[in-house]
């Protein structure tokens, strides 16, 4: 709870790193409906496909420089030496990005869905997919940055990007579902299947990569 | 015995003579039956009476996605072994396997394209199958990208396993997506638990094809490795005599 807090206030300090990517995210969304013709049918056709990378791009932007500054300023090292397992305050520190961009981008998604399709229900249940789908584009691009650390994000993301896009498919199927009112629940019930096993695994998998870094 | 056999052979030195006494036996054997399974496929087995002469592509084309994925499984396999038992020769292998499995994989996205236009009247389809071969192969570029950009092969070699297996989830999903997903692309038509759909007069030149091109591979793996000893080994005294 102590290294929550910590983190929290360290990443409340840096306003461009958590403000950055929900600011792209918001202009990527007001963009939207310029490119298209102000239609109701015609924004509703493209509106969750636009979403659903929206929320990638600004994952994408989040884990950009989370280990950064830790590895440069010696920080990372000393958290290696701490007495708790390393790959629990990896998790923490995900966590923590999560709640401060992941959390606000879902509320926002939330949002933006109603506004475009003004039906309640749909954008409810937009909700729980884009808190699960934010965590676990967050995960995976935590894994590339950590194997990136000091070649720059852009490597990082092009060897995990291809990884996202199997829940980017899972995203497009569950709204398909969710339209045609058939079995949503077991969309949510796999992301949430995929979300148990990558909040172990990445962690864990980051940590050894850092160790890997720093030897 | 065999935990001997395993050290022995793990041994890059071992390793480089080995394939020298055999690489010769599989390249030519593997040859003949692969030119003599086309042959057949391609000039002795009937027309397909939905889909014509076209379906010939097959020789080609299941050969190389079967062996996509299956490099891909032998590149987590390695991945695994370098980091539980810290063989070398496993770190050497994956990076060997890399580019070949990105080669396949094209052979498999091109050879599926070029069949698509005659069959589904399309040449490409965002269907599960598909995109996840596409992934597969994006997957490869990456993975040889990480590893180039590393001068510390170790370094690289520890990240490459890594991110290895974290990948190897793509696999299961490219051979079940035809089962979970409703895909333009067929089902499997050779499978270890159900007879095959495909008639016997098709089916025997196809596993001829498969067993000659994974020889092929191989051939080009036991090439690629050897040169990844050659570049790592290279300040060696064994090597020095050996070149």
């Not at chain 2, 015995?1 to 890059?12: C, D, G, R, T, V």
């Not at chain 2, 062996?67 to 590149?75: D, E, P």
């Not at chain 2, 269907?127 to 997957?139: K, V, W």
């Not at chain 2, 020889?215 to 080994?233: A, D, F, M, T, Y």
Request: glycine fraction near 4%; charged fraction near 10%; charge should be positive.
């Amino acid at each position: 709870m102590k290294i929550l807090k910590l983190e929290l206030l360290k990443l409340r300090k840096k306003t461009r790193s958590w403000l950055g990517p929900i600011l792209v995210f918001w202009l990527i969304m007001i963009a939207y409906p310029l490119t298209v013709e102000f239609l109701q049918e015609k924004l509703e056709i493209g509106f969750f496909s636009v979403l659903w990378i929206a929320i990638l791009i600004s994952m994408m932007l989040a884990a950009e420089d989370i280990f950064t500054e830790d590895f440069n300023d010696g920080t990372l090292e000393q958290m290696m030496i701490k007495s708790s397992p390393f790959s629990i305050l990896v998790s923490i520190k995900t966590l923590t990005y999560w709640m401060l961009i992941g959390v606000p981008i879902s509320v926002l998604s939330f949002i933006f869905s109603f506004g475009t399709t003004e039906n309640f229900s749909l954008s409810l249940m937009i909700l729980p997919l884009s808190l699960i789908s934010s965590y676990i584009f967050l995960n995976l691009f935590v894994l590339g940055n950590a194997l990136s650390l000091n070649k720059g994000s852009v490597l990082g993301a092009l060897i995990t990007m291809p990884l996202a896009l199997p829940v980017l498919i899972v995203l497009g199927k569950s709204l398909t579902a969710i339209q045609l009112d058939i079995n949503f629940i077991s969309f949510i019930l796999l992301l949430l299947g995929c979300l148990s096993i990558i909040m172990v695994a990445i962690p864990l998998v980051v940590s050894y990569i850092i160790k890997a870094h720093l030897e | 015995m065999i935990k001997k056999f395993i050290h022995q052979f793990a041994s890059p030195k071992t390793y480089l003579f080995q394939v020298d006494r055999f690489y010769h036996y599989i390249f030519y054997i593997s040859l003949i039956i692969y030119v003599f399974s086309i042959c057949w496929g391609l000039l002795f087995t009937p027309e397909d009476f939905v889909q014509g002469n076209s379906f010939r592509i097959i020789y080609l084309h299941v050969p190389a996605s079967f062996l996509s994925q299956s490099l891909y499984a032998a590149m987590a396999i390695a991945s695994a072994t370098y980091l539980i038992w810290r063989v070398k020769l496993a770190a050497y292998l994956v990076i060997a396997i890399a580019p070949i499995g990105a080669m396949t994989t094209f052979i498999a996205l091109v050879s599926g394209s070029i069949w698509g236009i005659p069959t589904w009247g399309t040449w490409w389809q965002w269907d599960a199958r598909i995109t996840s071969t596409l992934i597969l192969f994006i997957m490869y570029l990456g993975l040889i990208s990480l590893h180039n950009s590393f001068s510390n092969f170790e370094k690289a070699d520890k990240l490459l396993s890594w991110l290895v297996i974290v990948g190897a989830v793509n696999i299961p999903i490219i051979k079940k997506s035809v089962d979970w997903w409703s895909t333009l692309h067929q089902s499997a038509s050779i499978t270890l638990t159900d007879k095959p759909s495909i008639d016997v007069v098709m089916l025997y030149p196809l596993i001829g094809s498969i067993i000659g091109f994974f020889g092929l591979v191989i051939c080009l793996v036991l090439l690629s490795s050897k040169n990844q000893i050659l570049i790592r080994e290279k300040n060696k005294s064994w090597i020095k005599d050996y070149v």
